[in-house]
């Protein structure tokens, strides 16, 4: 069984930073690319980022471009997104999402997701 | 960017009933549009990918269809668990996007 478990969301002021970690389980974690999908308090969901299974490959919405970055570390199943110069616009549950196959860029598998608020 | 428009918003149906639910998108995406489904406070469900096919474990009452810019997610008989939010997604271009999602409410 796909299990996919986040964490590392939390309150954090405005221009803070913010760590989330995504750890795989039930699957050759090496293999499949991983993505980063976020949804605001009421609002519908929006692809963050990807990258590809041997981490040489990244993609950013543009709204986060240059304020986050993706990563991984196969050795461990884990993926990361580390998150600086937050706003509050980045408030959101964020989603750890595992696509269909390889290159296929749907998501069959989803973690609980984890909340990130950005608030003075 | 691919904008994909959702339609309705939010669609008032009683159980027993057939939903159809449309996905357009602002330019081609041959058939590489998903369908998901969102219950309050889970993680989303995908339900059709590649615009007809039924992902895994998903009942046959689901189905999609279209190709190019115009989508469909029917319901064919809604039961009381299917009352949810409804997405679409593109991965035919980057970024990825989804559209901006129906309600299917009783």
């Known amino acids: 069984e796909v299990q996919l478990l986040e964490s590392g969301g939390g309150l954090v002021q405005p221009g803070g930073s913010l760590r989330l970690s995504c750890v795989a389980s039930g699957f050759t974690f090496s293999t499949y690319d991983m993505t980063w999908v976020r949804q605001a308090p009421g609002k519908g969901l929006e692809w963050v980022s990807t990258i590809s299974a041997t981490g040489g490959s990244t993609f950013y919405a543009d709204s986060v471009k240059g304020r986050f970055t993706i990563s991984r570390d196969n050795s461990k199943s884990t993926v990361f997104l580390q998150m600086n110069s937050l706003r509050a616009e980045d408030t959101a549950v964020y989603y750890c999402?595992?696509?269909?196959?390889?290159?296929?860029?749907?998501?069959?598998?989803w973690g609980q997701g984890t909340l990130v608020t950005v608030s003075s | 960017e691919i904008v994909l428009t959702q339609s309705p918003a939010t669609l008032s149906l009683s159980p027993g009933e057939r939903a159809t639910l449309s996905c357009r998108a602002s330019q081609s995406v041959n058939n590489f549009l998903a369908w998901y489904q969102q219950k309050p406070g889970q993680a989303p469900r995908l339900l059709i990918y590649?615009?007809?096919n039924r992902a895994t474990g998903i009942p046959a009452r689901f189905s999609g269809s279209g190709s190019g810019t115009d989508f469909t997610l029917t319901i064919s008989t809604l039961e009381p668990e299917d009352f949810a939010v409804y997405y679409c997604?593109?991965?035919?271009?980057?970024?990825?996007?989804f559209g901006g999602g129906t309600k299917v409410e009783i």
């Open positions: 590649d615009a007809s």
């Open positions: 999402a595992k696509p269909r196959g390889l290159a296929k860029h749907n998501y069959d598998s």
């Open positions: 997604q593109q991965r035919s271009n980057w970024p990825l996007t």
